[in-house]
């Protein structure tokens, strides 16, 4: 059973929520603040979080931070702040989607089925590895370090640099990413795939104004650029 952890304040929200999830056969564990969701973090294995942003304790965005630090689970973030720089600094921090309230449960329900088709057939015998002596990318552990050091990348960072190295050279333009990593239902917004691709060459660039390995190709789209 796929294990979903709602970290929710307002109990008719995760009630509604909890009812059309459990209704598509999810199992769904809430908590009513953050540090009990890091609690339950800890203690069971969860495939996707939806964490809501204004908690009672601390802030969404500081147990967005503090997953991170351990964990690559997916993670859907709910708030009111709507604006284009919420967006961006939603996902800077780790977030893979954000639904901005009031939402739809139906879209909520629809986006979680269309992770877990996607969970279901990414990458299923994917083999690419990567080693230049600096950067090792090992699609098939997902696995990515710097100079042997393990980096930590969101599930969405992780899967577009692999689509990347998978293409071996090849330019893959931004709407053949977001099928390849979101799916055609996709429906967040067009700069998600830039803000994706800016942390990761933060994460593995040793200068992030001159890319060695996630080159951008002009009116096109971007390639991996690395060499063994």
Known sequence: MNHILLIE?????A???????????????????????????????FKLIILDLMLPDISGEEVCKIIRQSSDVHIFMLTAKGS???????????????????????ELTARVNALFRRLSS????????FDDGYLMIDCDKRSIRVLEQEISFTPNEFDILCAL?????????REQLIDKIFGVDFSGYDRTID???????????????????????????????GEK
């Open 9 to 13: 304040d307002e109990e008719s929200v």
């Open 15 to 45: 009630t509604v929520i909890k009812g059309y999830l459990e209704k598509e056969g999810y199992s769904v564990h809430c908590a009513p603040a953050g540090l009990k969701g890091l609690d339950l973090l800890n203690r069971f294995e």
């Open 84 to 106: 284009l720089n919420d967006k961006i600094e939603g996902l800077n921090i780790g977030a893979d989607e954000y639904l901005v309230k009031p939402f739809s449960p139906r």
């Open 122 to 129: 990414k990458f299923p015998s994917s083999k690419v590895i």
């Open 165 to 173: 190295v998978s293409a071996k050279g090849n330019v893959l333009s």
């Open 195 to 225: 803000v994706h691709i800016k942390n990761i060459r933060k994460k593995i660039e040793i200068d992030t104004k001159i890319p060695k390995y996630v080159l951008t190709v002009m009116k096109a789209g971007y390639k991996f650029g």
